[in-house]
């Protein structure tokens, strides 16, 4: 009985001592011994939608290793694929709306939060460096159809026709139905977003498509959207989508995903709450048949991540570890659930 008073005794006196030793920390240092800031990862890292962000990395790292701004690699990054007629969802080359033309949608933004884009452009291969004369020499975020068309030319762009003969012999063949019927991701071929963290730990991003095949003339899809297709908040993180516009708007996506980060989800987690909202609001919508977004995501710490609807989807990283690389996230359902 005396022993075990005596450790009773023993363990309230360490308590005590214990309670006495934190006290005495200032408010201060009690805070930098609960919240350790988390160490950096190496920098910079981009991170860009689908095959084709791998030559948009390499073309956005290179820029910047030779002294580019952020935005200046983004702009020569993703117009890579902008300018390639492989790529037939993305620029010179994409696939036509229903009236065989080829509309072009691209927004931008950097660290401070300003933000360009333009949307339903026509006739100008590199939306995406129209996008940043929008944020550089204007006082508006957007840009639309003839008005982005006229700003654009009296930027000095050229204009020319970006229905290629392989994108218009596919546009004939659907002619012959007329049917709309989205493919998405079936050969890996969408909107290109990309997310960039720089030497300095700064944020930005860009995104830029040809948007979905077959569209009504005028459809303008999540791309253009700032809060949509691309978000960023430098404090906290950036994130992008793919995939079908409508579902993207209707939930604000990419500005969700990056909320959810401010709340302390790591990038895989916010994408992933974001991609499980968008499934139950559409689990039995008219889209769902054809249903597919995926998000990529990339936080001040240099995590990144990306999650997505259904498989397929897939993304490229480069960062000074690993180099440039394909990366396939998880996913919640395959295309035959």
């Not at 659907?174 to 079936?186: C, F, M, Q």
Request: glycine share 10%; charged share 25%.
């Amino acid at each position: 009985m005396s022993s075990r008073r005596k450790f009773i005794k023993n363990t309230a006196l360490g308590t005590l001592g214990a309670a006495s030793v934190f006290s005495q920390l200032s408010a201060s240092e009690t805070t930098r011994i609960e919240f350790k800031e988390v160490k950096p990862k190496k920098r910079p890292l981009i991170i860009s939608t689908w095959n084709h962000g791998l030559a948009a990395n390499e073309e956005a790292w290179n820029r910047l290793k030779s002294g580019s701004s952020a935005l200046d690699a983004i702009v020569a990054g993703v117009g890579i694929p902008e300018a390639d007629p492989e790529v037939r969802s993305v620029g010179y080359g994409g696939l036509p709306d229903r009236e065989g033309k080829v509309t072009l949608d691209a927004c931008i933004m950097d660290k401070n939060s300003d933000c360009g884009a333009v949307s339903f452009l026509q006739g100008i291969k590199h939306p995406i460096a129209v996008a940043k004369k929008v944020l550089e020499n204007t006082p508006h975020v957007m840009l639309t159809g003839t008005g982005a068309l006229q700003f654009a030319l009296s930027e000095g762009f050229k204009e020319e026709n970006l229905l290629t003969e392989k994108s218009k012999l596919a546009w004939e063949k659907w002619l012959e139905n007329s049917k709309y019927k989205p493919v998405i991701n079936i050969e890996n071929h969408d909107t290109i977003s990309m997310l960039l963290l720089d030497e300095e730990g700064n944020l930005s991003g860009g995104c830029t498509t040809s948007g979905a095949a077959w569209k009504i003339h005028g459809r303008v899809g999540d791309s253009p959207i700032i809060g949509a297709g691309l978000f960023l908040d430098n404090e906290v993180g950036a994130a992008a989508a793919t995939g079908l516009g409508e579902a993207v708007i209707r939930t604000a996506g990419s500005a969700m995903v990056v909320e959810l980060m401010r709340q302390g989800k790591s990038p895989n987690e916010a994408c992933k709450e974001i991609v499980e909202r968008i499934y139950n609001k559409h689990k039995n919508h008219k889209d769902m048949a054809y249903l597919q977004v995926g998000f990529i995501a990339v936080n001040k710490q240099g995590e990144y991540g990306g999650y997505s609807l259904r498989s397929g989807f897939n993304y490229a990283v480069y960062d000074t570890e690993k180099g440039n690389r394909m990366e396939k996230p998880d996913f919640k359902m395959t295309w035959k659930d």
